[in-house]
């Protein structure tokens, strides 16, 4: 399920924005039952 939204959410936001991302970082902690997702972008070298 993970995989799925983690995919899900990095093309949404890559046709919503026009970011460029590395990758989509998703942690969970069952004891407060709390969540969060990193996002991290690539750097553009010009």
């Known amino acids: 399920m993970s995989l799925l939204y983690k995919k899900k959410l990095k093309q949404k936001l890559e046709t919503q924005t026009n970011w460029d991302i590395e990758a989509v ?6 004891a407060t039952q709390l969540a969060f997702t990193n996002i991290v972008l690539k750097e553009k070298i010009i």
């Not at 970082?25 to 069952?30: A, G, I, M, V």
């Open 25 to 30: 970082l998703r942690d969970y902690d069952s």
